[in-house]
């Protein structure tokens, strides 16, 4: 599961717009929208919510999730570590 924010948050991190997130994940803008404006997890069709998973995977922004790793807990994104992005490259 994703929320808003961390949709939001991942666009943010990756340095790019709306627009530009939609047409990299093969969806329309308006749904796009839609998802970053919904109230907590983000609900929609799940083949949309894979594309934006994927291609957040593709520029090398990771979602962490309520129970994985994270410093101060809690859900978020974060950039992958070189490491892994020289093994996906």
Known sequence: MMTAAQMRA???LAGIDQ?????RAGVSL?????MEASDGVVRGVV???????QALDDIGV?????NRASERGGRGVRLKSTVAQ???G
């Open 10 to 12: 991942a666009r943010a």
């Open 19 to 23: 627009r530009t997130r939609a047409e």
């Open 30 to 34: 308006p749904t796009i929208q839609r």
């Open 47 to 53: 083949d949309s919510l894979m594309k934006f998973i």
């Open 62 to 66: 990771e979602l962490i999730g309520e």
């Open 86 to 88: 020289t093994q996906q």
